[in-house]
């Protein structure tokens, strides 16, 4: 084929948390099975620079790339789906765009011109969705943009959308997700709402090439030819998404509603070879077939949040997968575990997750459902501040520090066996400030951490700004709590482990934000074998 990048843009309409994200990744997977080399990213209309700031009950979970941008948790889902990695211009944010334009205004680049929406922004806009391909040479860059169309905030990226398309004809693709709702009252399916979607974005200039429908009945070829007739597409243009009992089913659905291959049709694009789908199908087959089942105690200051932990839970799928093993999440809000509840709000599970976090809310609760899996040999994962709080427990209750804490939460403690990271004590900003990104690890030899790894180096993902107190490091070890992870470089713990346990590790990294549907990471594959391990044991 040729070496031009064909841009392909996925917009939304009638309703937000549609699937954009599921859809773009699903396309990619298929093109990328057919041979294609794809990469997808994601336009957010919010004006933060990006969501690192952003309380999770705003935006969900703040995912983290290797070259350390804090993104929209839809990145992750890419990751997941292509196994590939993201990076920073895989994410591009109405903040991210406004202040280079305005930084570029005040160095005089515009040469003193009135600095507009157009072209100012939507310029900028488009070197930013371009500037993938610049870097690598892609067949096909996926760009979905946030949002419902007719969004105040959307409109500079739709009107961006219509110049590429215009200035670059069949090597840009538009394709629109709707609802198609159901109204049980009625006993229908309903079109108005898509109609009416799609007629916003034909009103700013774009006309789809493709309508995905997202529906939770299936949509017959009269509702598709109706669709098609309104909406100025092919009848076999409208495609059918509907609602799927996983997430991984997606890819497959498009490819039997032939999504692929209309995209290759349209980019006037010959068609590879089949796609090659066997692993993704096997994957499937083990997920919906499992043999055994655990039950995990995930605990948190954001249970309530189904995509606070998104990352996470994901990377319990993929662990379940690999060992055959149906993965239950009881979420457990670190605010109602203490000294009374904690025997019954953990009497079910067969292993212990503390989630990473900021702040002070809940951290008691986690201190103390560390205490009871410490002391009642259940497997616990710590990630982050459940590392942290891994530490403080053990500090307070094996090494009798007395009211030991992590100066985050108080900088007076006697015992700050969690203290700022040096490199951090001088920031003053909050946004993108932290230790992020991929830092290298050095595994210690014959530890459980070895025994995950089997490696003695590795890199993980960071995003932090405290860290483990190396003034308190011998007296760790002297009682059984071994750092088993170093960064050598900074001299510092990633990985503590203990000996007199059957598998309970902390990782001040995390290990969530590599895991793939084709490379589970061994940290969580290993975690959940132990949980397998603690069920047979209580029969």
Excluded at 61 to 67: A, G, K
Excluded at 74 to 102: C, M, P, W
Excluded at 262 to 284: A, G, M, Y
Excluded at 371 to 383: A, D, M, Q, S, T
Aim: charged share 25%.
């Amino acid at each position: 084929m040729s070496t031009k990048t064909k841009y392909i843009f996925v917009t939304g309409g009638v309703s937000s948390s549609l699937g954009k994200g599921i859809i773009s990744a699903s396309l990619g997977k298929l093109l990328q099975a057919r041979g294609f080399n794809v990469t997808i990213q994601k336009l957010d209309p919010y004006i933060n620079i990006d969501p690192g700031t952003l309380n999770p009950y705003e935006h969900g979970e703040c995912f983290v790339t290797e070259d350390g941008a804090e993104t929209d948790l839809d990145l992750g889902h890419y990751e997941r789906f292509l196994n590939i990695h993201t990076s920073q211009a895989n994410n591009i944010t109405t903040g991210i765009i406004y202040k280079s334009v305005i930084e570029k205004e005040r160095k005089g680049e515009y040469l003193g011109q009135t600095v507009q929406v157009i072209p100012h922004i939507t310029d900028e806009i488009k070197y930013r969705i371009k500037l993938l391909a610049h870097k690598q040479n892609f067949d096909f860059v996926i760009t979905e943009i946030g949002g419902t169309v007719g969004d105040i905030e959307s409109l500079p990226y739709i009107e961006a959308l219509r110049q590429m398309r215009w200035e670059m004809g069949d090597d840009c693709i538009s394709i629109h997700l709707t609802l198609v709702p159901y109204l049980a009252a009625a006993g229908e399916l309903k079109t108005k709402p898509t109609q009416h979607s799609v007629k916003t974005l034909q009103e700013a200039g774009v006309q789809p090439d493709i309508i995905v429908c997202r529906t939770e009945k299936h949509i017959s070829e009269a509702i598709k030819n109706k669709i098609a007739r309104f909406c100025n597409v092919k009848a076999k243009d409208v495609i059918e998404s509907i609602d799927a009992k996983t997430i991984y089913d997606v890819p497959l659905l498009m490819l039997k509603e032939h999504l692929d291959l209309e995209v290759l049709r349209i980019s006037n694009i010959p068609c590879k070879r089949e796609p090659d789908i066997e692993k993704w199908k096997e994957f499937l087959f083990k997920l919906k077939h499992p043999k055994k089942s655990v039950t995990i105690g995930l605990i948190g200051k954001y249970t309530e949040l189904k995509d606070a932990y998104k990352s996470i839970v994901e990377s319990f799928i993929h662990a379940g997968t690999i060992n055959e093993c149906k993965v239950n999440v009881i979420r457990i809000s670190a605010e109602k575990v203490n000294d009374t509840t904690v025997k019954e709000l953990l009497k079910d599970v067969d292993a212990v997750l503390v989630a990473p976090g900021f702040g002070e809310r809940g951290i008691e609760g986690k201190i103390t459902s560390i205490k009871y899996v410490r002391e009642n040999k259940i497997p616990f994962l710590g990630i982050c501040l459940g590392m942290q709080c891994a530490v403080i427990e053990f500090a307070r209750n094996v090494l009798n520090f007395e009211n030991a804490h992590s100066t985050e939460i108080n900088p007076k403690t006697k015992f700050p066996v969690i203290d700022i990271m040096e490199n951090q004590k001088k920031i003053s900003g909050m946004g993108g400030t932290m230790r992020l990104g991929a830092y290298p690890c050095n595994i210690v030899k014959n530890t459980k951490a070895f025994e995950i790894y089997n490696t003695q180096a590795t890199t993980e993902r960071h995003r932090h700004r405290f860290e483990f107190n190396n003034k308190y490091l011998e007296d760790f070890k002297k009682a059984g709590m071994i750092p088993s992870g170093i960064n050598n470089k900074d001299n510092l713990v990633e990985i503590v482990e203990l000996k007199n346990h059957p598998w309970f590790i902390g990782v001040q990294f995390h290990p969530e934000y590599k895991s793939t549907v084709v490379n589970s990471h061994p940290v969580f594959i290993n975690f959940i074998r132990a949980a397998i391990k603690q069920k047979e044991l209580k029969k």
